[in-house]
């Protein structure tokens, strides 16, 4: 980092510093072209060689059998909720499907799911604050629906899945925007899986998408072209132009991860970032973590502190002290620290440091 | 230009060289934050400072009445086929709407927009392969339609309108894709008028559109949330996490053409470059212009030469020569080039040089 500033938010969120100087270096003149990867033509050798390098990459790392496509769509996890919707509640002829609500972006894909279909929520930690992710026995689902949504982590409340429902009558659905490649994940236990680039992957304003073939071919007539999965598919997702810079940081960041040793390697990366924070909250009496410990994530850490000036004080303290884009979560009084792949152990030991100090201080 | 490559291509295209140099400066710690744009959220001081400014700028520069909102959008012109017939065909009690073909995007605009209504193509210079703008009387247009979609500058085909059919009984909505900033545009004449970044505002991947206020509340509740100009009207464009870079860069570009000294300037500018290429193509007889001279367009520049043994020859020599990105448009063996606001005079001068070179060699 260029001063030392680490960067806890939920996203958008940092990214790994050698991707970032590759971005600056190359923005003028890519590749030796004389010109800005943002100035070519999406029909290029140049970007036809990143997209194809990029898909290769998902492939790789997420071990993607055959009968899987890897897909770009314009906006991110939030038009997501949508297309989800709109290109798979066809499946089913009552155009239902099931959804478990876990948290906030649960809560809002449900939202849109229903604006289009039926929608029975058959799981919710909404009682509990969405503190913990609920028990789900895959084979008391009732298969009659298009699908089965899960978010696979809960970037507001910091929980996740650490199994998923399956196998299912019907194919699982997960939005992994708050965690791709941070473990290793069974992409076959998933009919189509998703997430917005802006926390693991890239830039804001993209969503990357990997589905199983034989869920192509199902989406409303009402969806927008430049949303239709089938279209995306049979136009390696350039039906028109589309967000070059947003598929080239995408592949810079994918390359980045490769090179670090995989979801593997992020996994045990972000196991000992986790062991370092949850140690300090689990050790305290003044931190209070929001999460059950078997269901925390390593992605998102929500935690409260005594009252309400101490959590702005909190706040105050952390950016003076280069600690930034920490902040509550929507409608709680929480503390919510984001560190996502690119986030080094050293940002964990300098947050670790300073809750330390804080609590000595103010505890 | 690092290495003085020209990029006559139709878009993406070339970004002004003090844009691209503020980019590749800031890429790592903007504004003296230690963090990129890109890693920053989109609630941040500093990115509503540069969304504030995109919007200010484009109401001093197009000379915006209080009534008209500035949105930006998911996707390019293409999703914008989409989202205006979504958005606005419910103006119309059957869905209808009137559209004038004039080349290779109304075309599109049309099929997209007949997935979702009626349309009546009222006027079409197809038969003459798009070579003109066909006349339109505003006072003969039967008002019994939700708008008029017109494209303002045809791309592919290198005309532009030059009046537009206005005052007519309903909204004239305007695609500006290829030429928004070329020129002064009287926005009270449309109810909308959009434009792609990629050719005169920024990167590829999001529209910029302008609306009258009274057109908002009419989509279709088959919509999604997103592409709603009512949604992006009531959140600033932000229903969830928009396309930071394109919004950033975009204010970057309006800055610069602010500088340049606005839509007038960069007229008389873009004018000066036609006199010159449109010049060697009147004064030969081996160029063959493909717009009827009262409809060419100052942004892109259609001409033929005498074979397709020679148009070959003229890509390759013109590639090798560091004039890149011209090529034919679809289905048409033609040369298109394209100038917009960022290609300097000195851009066009060597493109007119190089024509006269060739002909004299192969004339």
């Known amino acids: 980092m260029s001063n030392q500033v680490f960067n806890f938010g939920a996203g958008p969120s940092m990214l790994p510093v050698p991707v970032m100087e590759q971005i600056q270096a190359e923005m003028r003149d890519y590749q030796g072209r004389g010109m800005s990867i943002i100035e070519m033509n999406h029909r290029s050798d140049e970007f036809q060689e990143i997209i194809a390098s990029a898909k290769t990459l998902f492939r790789e790392m997420m071990e993607l059998p055959d009968n899987y496509r890897v897909l770009w769509s314009h906006g991110g996890g939030g038009m997501q909720f949508n297309s989800v919707a709109m290109n798979l509640l066809g499946l089913h002829p009552q155009n239902k499907a099931l959804y478990c609500n876990t948290g906030f972006f649960s809560t809002w894909a ?15 930690s909404e009682e509990t604050g969405f503190d913990h992710i609920p028990s789900l026995d ?3 689902v009732d298969g009659d629906a298009a699908y089965l949504h899960i978010t696979t982590n809960n970037t507001m409340m910091g929980t996740r899945w650490n199994g998923f429902p399956s196998p299912l009558p019907m194919p699982l659905i997960g939005d992994a925007t708050s965690e791709i490649l941070s473990r290793p994940i069974d992409v076959t236990q998933f009919g189509l899986l998703y997430a917005g680039l802006q926390k693991n992957l890239g830039p804001p304003g993209l969503a990357a ?26 136009t390696d997702s350039m039906p028109s132009t589309p967000n070059v810079f947003g598929i080239y940081v995408n592949r810079l960041v994918l390359d980045w991860t490769k090179r670090e040793g995989g979801p593997k390697a992020m996994e045990e990366r972000n196991a000992r970032k986790a062991e ?8 305290s009496d003044f931190y209070q973590g929001h999460a059950r410990p078997e269901d925390r994530s390593h992605q998102n850490y929500t935690f409260a502190v005594p009252n309400g000036e101490l959590l702005a004080m909190f706040f105050a303290e952390a950016e003076a002290q280069g600690l930034h884009g920490m902040k509550s979560p929507p409608m709680r009084e929480d503390v919510r620290a984001s560190m996502y792949n690119a986030m080094p152990m050293q940002g964990a030991e300098v947050l670790a440091g300073f809750m330390e100090d804080f609590e000595r201080r103010h505890g």
């Open 110 to 124: 449900i939202k849109e799911a229903r604006r289009f279909g039926k929608v029975d929520v058959i799981t919710s």
């Open 138 to 140: 895959p084979t008391l």
């Open 209 to 234: 998408i990997i589905i199983r073939e034989d869920l192509l071919g199902h989406a409303s007539p009402h969806i927008a072209r430049q949303l239709d999965y089938t279209v995306l598919a049979e």
């Open 276 to 283: 370092r924070l949850y140690g300090v909250i689990d050790s």
